[in-house]
């Protein structure tokens, strides 16, 4: 059974930092990663899809890599806001099945302080 | 930015009650999704539908049902709300199996 892990699971940092967050997976047969935000009581803000033939995908300050062989998958933020705080979570797509069932990680809760 | 609202965002309602939470993408997707989340907890899959008139439960068990009469709607039904159905339910759908999913903002149900 596929196991999603997100280290850690909450990070603080002031306004400007460059940072990382970081998702494990068990399994390395996967079909595509996702990454989104989430604020509280919101809904899920889709950030960046990684298919499974690709190793990284950019938008604007964001950047997402993907190593299958090692199980792992960051997200890269660059100089963050304040506006970026929020909880973050990777989730896969497995092979298997037809339907877009994702498997959710454990979600990063990052906070950027001015 | 996706075209997925659901209505309505707040509802509290007294135990017993038949509540319907609705759904609605103006993408053309023929995917859907319906998720559970818990405050601070993960997401948990209860629903699917690949198209109109198909509809599958998820990997979580529930109460509740869908139905998918057209494209852009997928409502969610609770014929008789318990406390124990207070949770967030976030809708969302895809272009083609395993594509990028896009969540509507979700709907917070407390039952008293």
């Known amino acids: 059974k596929q196991e999603v892990t997100q280290i850690p699971a909450a990070l603080s940092v002031p306004e400007g930092e460059n940072l990382v967050l970081n998702c494990s997976f068990t399994?390395?047969?996967?079909?595509?990663l996702q990454w989104f935000r989430q604020d509280p009581g919101k809904g899920l803000t889709s950030l960046l899809l990684i298919q499974s033939s690709q190793r990284e995908q950019t938008s604007g300050r964001l950047n997402a890599s993907l190593d299958k062989s090692s199980g792992r998958s960051t997200l890269y933020i660059a100089a963050s806001q304040p506006g970026d705080s929020a909880t973050y979570l990777c989730?896969?797509?497995?092979?298997?099945?037809?339907?877009?069932?994702?498997?959710f990680g454990t979600g990063t809760r990052l906070q950027v302080t001015l | 930015e996706a075209d997925i609202y659901q209505t309505p965002r707040y509802l509290v309602i007294g135990t017993g009650k038949k509540i319907t939470l609705e759904c609605s993408q103006t993408m053309g997707h023929d995917k859907m999704y319906w998720y559970q989340q818990d405050p601070g907890m993960e997401l948990h899959l209860i629903h699917y539908?690949?198209?109109?008139?198909?509809?599958e439960k998820g990997d979580l068990s529930s109460e509740s049902t869908v139905s998918r009469i057209r494209t852009e709607h997928f409502p969610l039904t609770l014929e008789s709300a318990r406390p124990s159905h207070t949770s967030q339910y976030l809708c969302a759908s895809s272009e083609y199996s395993k594509g990028e999913l896009f969540f509507g903002e979700g709907s917070r149900l407390t039952v008293l």
């Open positions: 989730a896969l797509t497995e092979p298997t099945g037809t339907a877009s069932k994702l498997t």
């Open positions: 399994d390395s047969a996967i079909y595509n």
């Open positions: 539908s690949y198209g109109v008139n198909s509809t």
